[in-house]
């Protein structure tokens, strides 16, 4: 995997089922027994890393094996935690009076759409920014496409919402010393704690427009649904300035696999190849075989990376 080896950052996208965590372990092991130290996050509320690896992921970072650790993040858990840091800022900062009205309002705004993936976002922000000094590989084991290319676009919407609320509270700070401190002028210990995510995200966003340092994989099956709805999420990623420049074209049938009925899917898998080439010319393809078992164990994590590795899988 020349191309995308070099980054310390990648995600690992794609539709449901296709094959993200096994792509996503495989890449991270592969790290791993290289000698390098790696880090794999899972954003998907439904985790599998611990069965994949047969490991029970804590709270943590669990060592999975040799080199590498594992982290489970939990959007609900994320969301609670973000909106505790929150009120745990206000303390001591609000009015007694208006305490329970901040609270009714800001739990308002822990259930509102997005809330969970801003947290995860806010997670995942802090992640790169603290683990990348430990780890020279970190790898996200993303949830399923919509979601991914969402969370991914919201660097930007962030961005945005956070300039109009530090525009807001410019405005509103004169008011605000009212509230605070019955009209004596104060900082505002608001505004500086949306400058600080302000500036935590500013972080972030060049580290995943940077090539060289941020990679995104996408995993498809060769089917006509998967390669249309990969085409579409590189034209969304392309409007965000971020490219993805890996496919891994999984769950391709082998030259083993015969009878009259595959030989027929087989051959549609062929045309869905070509497809492939001529549409994601951008993109480095690996082709990976569908294995007679699931990929569930270390050892068939292996025959994967070694795929992945020779990128010479030819089997159609
Ligand atoms: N090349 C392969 N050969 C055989 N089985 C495979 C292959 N790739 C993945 N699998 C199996 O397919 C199933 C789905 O894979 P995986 O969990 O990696 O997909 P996913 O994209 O992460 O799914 P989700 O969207 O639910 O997170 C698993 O049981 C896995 O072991
Ligand atoms: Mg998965």
């Known amino acids: 995997?020349?191309?995308?080896?070099?980054?310390?950052?990648?995600?690992?996208?794609?539709?449901?089922?296709?094959?993200?965590?096994?792509?996503a372990s495989a890449l991270a092991m592969m790290y791993a027994k290289s000698g390098k130290k790696t880090l794999i996050v899972s954003t998907d509320p439904a985790h599998n890393l611990g069965d994949i690896f047969h490991i029970n992921i804590g709270k943590g970072k669990t060592p999975l094996l040799e080199n590498l650790w594992g982290v489970e993040i939990n959007p609900e858990m994320e969301t609670q935690k973000y909106i505790n840091g929150v009120k745990n800022n206000l303390k001591g900062m609000v009015k007694s009076s208006m305490i329970d009205e901040v609270h009714r309002q800001i739990d308002m705004a822990a259930s509102a759409p997005g809330a969970e993936e801003a947290a995860?976002?806010?997670?995942?922000?802090?992640?790169?920014?603290?683990?990348?000094?430990e780890f020279e590989k970190i790898i996200f084991d993303t949830a399923p496409t919509g979601h991914t290319i969402r969370l991914l676009s919201l660097p930007e919407l962030m961005g945005v919402w956070m300039d109009g609320m530090l525009e807001r509270r410019k405005k509103t700070n004169k008011n605000y010393s009212q509230l605070l401190n019955d009209g004596e002028p104060v900082e505002d210990p608001i505004f500086e704690v949306l400058q600080k995510r302000r500036d935590k995200f500013a972080r972030v966003r060049s580290i995943l427009l940077d090539s060289a340092k941020t990679g995104f994989i996408f995993v498809l099956i060769p089917e006509r649904l998967p390669i249309l709805e990969t085409e579409k999420a590189i034209e969304m990623?392309?409007?965000?300035?971020?490219?993805?420049?890996?496919?891994?074209v999984n769950k391709i049938l082998p030259p083993t696999a015969d009878?009259?009925?595959?030989?027929?899917?087989?051959?549609?898998?062929?045309?869905?190849?070509?497809?492939?080439?001529?549409?994601?010319?951008?993109q480095k393809l690996y082709q990976i075989?569908?294995?007679?078992?699931?990929?569930?164990?270390?050892?068939h994590l292996e025959t994967f990376a070694q795929y992945l590795r020779e990128e010479v899988y030819r089997g159609v």
């Open 1 to 23: 995997m020349n191309e995308i080896e070099n980054q310390a950052i990648l995600f690992v996208g794609g539709k449901g089922g296709v094959g993200k965590s096994t792509s």
């Open 120 to 133: 995860l976002f806010d997670r995942i922000v802090s992640i790169i920014l603290e683990e990348k000094v």
């Open 237 to 248: 990623m392309n409007k965000h300035d971020l490219k993805i420049q890996g496919l891994i």
């Open 259 to 282: 009878g009259s009925f595959l030989q027929k899917r087989k051959k549609q898998e062929k045309d869905y190849l070509q497809l492939m080439k001529r549409k994601f010319i951008e």
């Open 289 to 299: 075989p569908l294995l007679e078992e699931d990929v569930c164990s270390v050892n």
